[in-house]
């Protein structure tokens, strides 16, 4: 099994919401990736989290606070977005890291609009 | 810092033909990682093959085969007996070893498969 699963699979949120995307994965891996995706674009690197600690965050506004209650799940909680950030976010997990270990499987994604 | 080019934005192929999708990319690491993703219009990205830079050997899997050249830095995908179901987008990516695993993406390519 090679499942991520991310929920929701649509969000529409206000500026001035407060709103979360879930992501989860049942298959002991313990580095958790968010992406950020536009159209037609490549994923960009937001955050990674490696046994359930931060270990990269890429200069991403405060407006994006990411969480990683267990090895199995990683939240990404919105708020005060704006327009811009409307795009498709990716999950993804790893074994850990390094050889051998390092292949990220992706979820579906949470195709999110910012009004 | 590493860089991915893949240099053809749209490429056809006709169903049961072979393809092949161009990658280079820069860096002065020695140690690394390549990979190739494919996004369907249904939007998850799933790997298609992986290539560790030590190995000489290229990576095939099934119909997909790569031509790794260390040395010019290139890493090019082959798809034989096209289907319809490839039609995708497909991305090169690099890994540096002991980076956090963090993937860095080329443009992408998108290939259509015509019946």
């Known amino acids: 099994d090679t499942e991520v699963t991310q929920t929701p699979k649509h969000l529409v949120m206000g500026m001035t919401n407060k709103k979360s995307l879930k992501c989860e994965q049942h298959m002991g891996h313990r580095a958790m990736y968010w992406y950020k995706q536009k159209a037609k674009k490549p994923p960009e690197l937001m955050f990674v989290y490696s046994y359930e600690k931060l270990s990269i965050n890429e200069s991403v506004p405060s407006r994006f606070s990411p969480e990683c209650p267990n090895s199995s799940l990683l939240n990404l909680h919105l708020h005060a977005l704006q327009p811009e950030d409307s795009a498709l976010y990716l999950c993804?997990?790893?074994?850990?890291?390094?050889?051998?270990?390092?292949?990220?499987?992706f979820g579906a994604g949470t195709r999110l609009s910012v009004l | 810092a590493q860089t991915v080019t893949q240099s053809q934005p749209e490429m056809s192929v006709q169903e049961a033909e072979t393809v092949t999708l161009s990658c280079t990319y820069d860096t002065s690491e020695n140690n690394y990682y390549l990979f190739w993703y494919k996004q369907p219009p249904s939007r998850q990205m799933i790997l298609v093959i992986r290539?560790?830079?030590?190995?000489?050997q290229n990576a095939t899997e099934n119909r997909f085969s790569v031509n790794f050249q260390k040395a010019a830095k290139s890493f090019s995908l082959k798809i034989s007996d096209s289907q319809l179901g490839d039609t995708a987008m497909y991305f090169c990516?690099?890994?540096?070893?002991?980076?956090?695993?963090?993937?860095?993406f080329g443009a992408g390519t998108i290939l259509r498969v015509k019946s």
């Open positions: 290539q560790e830079a030590y190995k000489q």
């Open positions: 990516a690099f890994m540096k070893h002991e980076s956090g695993n963090k993937l860095v």
């Open positions: 993804a997990s790893s074994q850990g890291q390094g050889a051998r270990k390092n292949i990220q499987y």
